[in-house]
């Protein structure tokens, strides 16, 4: 944990996701909506559309970031990232936190879903904090194929909290008519 309680795996992700004040982000799987705070706290002109399975959490989400609702700069939608549907090109970048559908099964549907949301030249961003750190290796070999075999310019990123958890971050863009391929 970080000061006021907030995980560091969520700090390191928002951190990573480096989010401009423009943005229009998709977080997959926003749990209790602590992550969408920490991004809505860097927006100004941007947008947070969140949603997760649970109606649970989305609630709790919902409830953390009232003023980010009221002020139409967040929304928190209950639906597995297998049925959201959103127009291409409708967000700059997408996070998800410890959200494991990416290397436990075939993404192949949810990525293909998720290149046509993501603009040309946006960035898709998967983290995780595995309990083992013998995980990140499989998560990386499962994940970053699937990512490149969609023409996404993959990467990883490895981290360590204060108590020596793994953190580990498959990175992708979208290419662009500039042929940018790092996350802004
Ligand atoms: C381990 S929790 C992580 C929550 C938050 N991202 C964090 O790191 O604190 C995983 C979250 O992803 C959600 N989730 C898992 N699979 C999902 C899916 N296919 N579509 C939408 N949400 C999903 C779960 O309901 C849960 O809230």
Redesign the pocket.
Known sequence: MTRKGI?E??TW?VDLLDPAPGDRVL??????G??AALICARLTTGTLVA????AT?VEAARRRNAEEVAAGRAEFRT????A?RFADGSFDKVL??????FWVRSPDH?VTALRHWLTPGGALFLCWQPPDARRVGEITGKVAPVLTAHGLATDVRTGRTATGGSLVAVTAVKPSATGRTAPR
């Open positions: 995980p795996r969520l992700a977080e997959i799987g926003c749990g209790r602590v992550a949603v997760d399975r649970s959490a639906a597995a990232l297998e959201a998800a936190v410890d959200v494991n559908l949810e």
